[in-house]
């Protein structure tokens, strides 16, 4: 078996060009996820999102985006596990996309936002109603004696709403991240790699190219 340090791969399937991007940051974005997308990538919505907490501990885990606009990038989450608490005490949050299959990773920097209350209740309703449910059954982040305490929680809760309604729960919903910075890199022979950095400046982005 080879060592960990023998294991890498060389970049080589496209380039990153000033003269080939757009002016602006999220225009480019949509442009590399559709790139993304029709490449039939698993799980192509999946994101890092990396938090600091209170005390300056920085925590980071895959989350799956389920929407952006000119705004930003949202994400659902129970506002009461580690992430909910994180980014209560500290908005400043990163997502991270890696789509390996492209050699491509997007970076993004910025402030979280609360979505609205019909935005939640929105993007609740169009949820499976085991996902519903399972917003519900976990206590996020809490230490549990063992899954079967979950499973009594669903079990408790398919019986108490049967085919009816499920209402979302208080402590379920969603952020927007809205980007400060947005990096765009794309993998090069010999590691040296595409790298450009678009800042956001009086509410028009400015980008440079950064050495890999």
């Not at 085991?130 to 009594?152: F, M, N, T």
Request: net charge negative; with cysteine; charged share 25%.
């Amino acid at each position: 078996m080879s060592s960990i340090a023998d294991i890498r791969r060389e970049y080589k399937l496209r380039m990153l060009t000033e003269n080939e991007v757009s002016s602006d940051a999220m225009e480019q974005f949509t442009s590399w996820w559709q790139d993304a997308f029709e490449s039939q990538i698993d799980e192509v919505n999946a994101m890092t999102l990396c938090t600091v907490n209170a005390n300056g501990n920085p925590d980071g885990r895959i989350v799956l985006l389920k929407g952006y606009d000119v705004h930003g990038f949202s994400f659902f989450t129970n506002y009461e596990s580690t992430k909910g608490k994180d980014l209560s005490a500290n908005p400043n949050a990163t997502l991270v996309f890696f789509w390996k299959e492209i050699e491509r990773q997007v970076r993004i920097a910025g402030v979280v936002e609360k979505l609205t209350d019909a935005e939640n209740d929105a993007y609740y309703q169009s949820r499976p109603r085991g996902s519903q449910l399972g917003a519900w059954a976990s206590p996020q982040s809490r230490p549990v004696i063992d899954r079967q305490v979950l499973e009594q929680n669903l079990i408790a809760l398919q019986k108490e709403y049967g085919e009816n309604h499920i209402p979302r729960p208080p402590h379920w919903g969603g952020y927007r991240l809205l980007p400060k910075t947005i990096e765009f890199w794309q993998g090069r022979p010999n590691r040296l790699h595409d790298r450009l950095l678009y800042q956001k400046v009086n509410n028009d982005w400015e980008f440079v190219r950064l050495a890999p």
